[in-house]
Each structure stands twice: as structure tokens, then as C-alpha cells.
């Protein structure tokens, strides 16, 4: 089944404490995404992949790392969590970023950083 | 400036039609896409508009005029699976940025 998958989906954290969320999808897609979800502000991207190898931020970069060394999996590192990284985040893939390239999201992971 | 506008919240009743606008304010357009996600989990793909006039899917419809900078999605025959917020997304010329979301617009379907 064609999916993009996200781990974990819920997590709870302190501080200061190093987390990755992980993304992988299996439809061969060269884009992928991060985006963050909060009440009033809606989907913010953080950082986004057109290959393997090629990173760059999105809108709202600023707390957030990723690497992308395989087609498949785009993790999203955050180094020193604070409380306003608290949000529900996104991964998204697609072909390109052609006219009809479609984007398709990963379940979804809500962080809770105390 | 990149700039997408949707109403907050919509209610209407099962079985009835409901119109969600959206209109937007980009550097560039190369089509735009609306999105339905139900509370908790993933947007889903609805539909695609990249050309002027309507595209129709089943109970799902959507328009657009690039002259004005505007889309409607219309949802007909309502049923309660429907109540979802409905994301209006644009694709702009921007190299590397995906897709520029709107808020979302939170219909609530009543019976």
C-alpha cells in the first residue's frame, strides 16, 4: 500500500531533550515535507526535500533540523525541544513539485514538550 | 506577500449544499488544491484546479477564476462524514515550497 508513515505519532517530552521524528514513504517520491499544524495558524512548512542530499527551510526552520541521505525517509530532528514546538506535525511527500504532483501526508505526530 | 483566505467556520444541515470560497494573493500560480481533514488525522486529497471553470468529483465540485484569484469548493447531498475542515492550497511559483495552505475552513454538519 502506497503510505507515507510517521513514528511515533504521540510523544511527550521535556526540555531540552533530543528527539527525532522519523518520515519514510514507499512511492519513490523525490519531494518531501515537514509541516507543523497549530489552532488559528494552520499548516506552516519547516523544511523541505527535493532529492536526496537537498534540503532547504520552509517558512518556519527556526528550532528544527532534518537530513535526507536515503529517497525514503526525511527524519525531523529537534535538538533542544522548547514548549512552543508543541504542535502537531506533518510529513509529506510527492513526486515533484510539478503542476499535478499531488501531496500526500503521513498520519500525523502530536509532540508535547513540557 | 503570499496570502490565502478561507471563512473560519461553516454550518449547515444533512442533505443540504454547502459552498466553502477561498481566495488567494500569491507570487506566481500554478493550480490549486483543496484538502479535507478530519480533527486528529492527515489531509486528504479532494481535488485540483489549475485551469478557469469547474471540476466535479461525485458530491464534490470545485471552481476557479485565476482573473480573480478565486476558488469555491462545493459540497452537495451533505451527510455528517462531512463535517471536516477544508483546506484551500496553492501551488505557486516558488521554487521548493510544495504548496501555500490556507487556514482552513471547519464545516459542521448537523442533522
Known amino acids: 500500500e502506497a503510505q507515507v508513515t510517521q513514528n511515533p505519532r504521540y510523544l511527550i517530552t521535556v526540555t531540552g531533550k533530543k528527539l527525532t521524528v522519523t518520515c519514510s514513504q514507499n512511492m519513490n517520491h523525490e519531494y518531501m515535507s515537514w509541516y507543523r499544524q497549530d489552532p488559528g495558524l494552520g499548516l506552516r512548512q519547516i523544511y523541505y526535500s527535493m532529492n536526496v542530499e537537498v534540503t532547504d527551510k520552509g517558512d518556519v526552520p527556526e528550532g528544527y533540523k532534518v537530513s535526507r541521505k536515503e529517497k525514503r525517509n526525511f527524519p525531523l530532528i529537534l535538538e533542544s525541544p522548547s514548549p512552543n514546538q508543541t504542535s502537531l506535525y506533518f510529513c509529506?511527500?510527492?513526486?515533484?513539485?510539478?503542476?499535478?504532483?499531488?501531496?500526500?501526508f503521513g498520519p500525523g505526530t502530536r509532540l508535547t514538550v513540557l | 506577500g503570499q496570502n490565502i483566505d478561507q471563512p473560519t467556520e461553516m454550518t449547515a444541515t444533512e442533505g443540504a449544499i454547502v459552498q466553502i470560497n477561498c481566495t488567494y494573493q500569491?507570487?506566481?500560480?500554478?493550480?490549486l488544491f483543496w484538502y479535507q481533514q478530519h480533527a486528529g488525522e492527515a489531509p486528504t486529497f479532494l481535488s485540483y484546479?489549475?485551469?478557469?471553470g469547474l471540476e466535479e468529483k461525485g458530491r464534490f465540485s470545485s471552481f476557479l477564476s485565476r482573473s480573480k484569484g478565486y476558488s469555491y469548493l462545493l459540497l452537495k447531498e451533505l451527510q455528517m462524514k462531512d463535517s471536516a475542515s477544508y483546506l484551500c492550497?496553492?501551488?505557486?511559483?516558488?521554487?521548493?515550497?510544495?504548496?501555500?495552505f490556507g487556514k482552513g475552513t471547519t464545516l459542521s454538519v448537523s442533522s
Open positions: 492550497a496553492v501551488r505557486t511559483n516558488q521554487a521548493g515550497t510544495a504548496l501555500i
Open positions: 500569491t507570487s506566481g500560480f500554478n493550480g
Open positions: 509529506a511527500s510527492s513526486l515533484g513539485t510539478a503542476r499535478t504532483d499531488t501531496q500526500y
Open positions: 484546479n489549475v485551469l478557469d
